[in-house]
């Protein structure tokens, strides 16, 4: 059971980002489907990860170029995956106007200019919303929005349809289903870890999460008709700027 566990958690790992794993591992679509509920856990791991490289270029650095090193830093650790599909998103949603227009240029791989406006305003936003929290929070506001980011995100998938035929999707090996112990683990683990940095910021969290969860499945049925694997990963960026936004708020008052 344990030997399962583990091997689920390191297939996540190795899907969503580019950390090395055992090589006793070994790799399937089943396995992979099941790691989903290892998702917020990967978010705590990187986000500690993240906050390290911060703290680390902090000793030589002023705050701002090292929350700049920290967010570069989150992009090589995870391979810009979910920026990828956060850019993909926004060449569809801009570009497309019927649901096949919006999948068929979501599915091509060149960066548009909505893609590349999209990027530089969201990596921007991230950045102005850390900066502007007390640096004894950082580790707080990087470890919970890493976490439950990534918690709303994958909840999608029991809200909504897959909706991609592509077997190269990004979300293909994880869009089958999503068993409802798996969800109850995944937002288990979130809640306890949230929860023991700060309890009150993640009720608040939560409740903004919860808004903007309905707001997105509203958003990707109106548009989609369900979800792809970029829409899972633009969900998440969508999700933790939105946190920190919110933490910038919440910090300030």
Not at 99 to 123: A, N
Not at 150 to 168: G, T
Not at 230 to 253: K, N, P, R
Request: net charge neutral; hydrophobic share 50%.
């Amino acid at each position: 059971m344990l030997f399962t566990l583990l091997e689920r958690a390191f297939n996540g790992l190795a899907f969503y980002t580019r950390l090395p794993c055992p090589s006793w591992v070994q790799y399937g679509n089943e396995q992979l489907n099941r790691a989903s509920a290892f998702f917020p856990l990967i978010g705590t791991l990187l986000g500690c990860l993240v906050f390290g490289s911060f703290y680390l270029s902090h000793q030589i650095f002023n705050v701002h170029i090292s929350l700049l090193v920290a967010i570069i830093a989150s992009i090589l650790l995870t391979g810009a995956f979910h920026e990828d599909g956060f850019a993909d998103l926004c060449d569809g949603f801009g570009g497309g106007w019927h649901k096949d227009d919006v999948l068929r240029i979501m599915k091509d791989s060149r960066l548009g200019t909505y893609g590349v406006i999209g990027l530089i305003s969201i990596l921007s936003l991230k950045w102005l919303a850390l900066t502007s929290l007390p640096i004894s929070q950082l580790f707080v506001a990087l470890v919970i929005g890493y976490t439950l980011s990534r918690a709303f995100a994958i909840s999608l998938i029991m809200i909504l349809p897959y909706v991609q035929d592509d077997q190269a999707s990004k979300a293909k090996p994880i869009a089958q289903q999503w068993h409802i112990r798996d969800m109850l683990f995944a937002w288990g683990s979130t809640l306890l870890v949230c929860s023991l940095l700060n309890w009150q910021l993640t009720l608040i969290m939560v409740t903004l999460g919860g808004v903007h969860l309905l707001w997105i499945r509203q958003w990707f049925k109106h548009r989609l008709g369900g979800y792809t694997g970029d829409a899972l990963g633009a969900a998440q960026q969508i999700f933790e700027v939105s946190f920190y936004l919110a933490m910038s708020a919440f910090f300030a008052a």
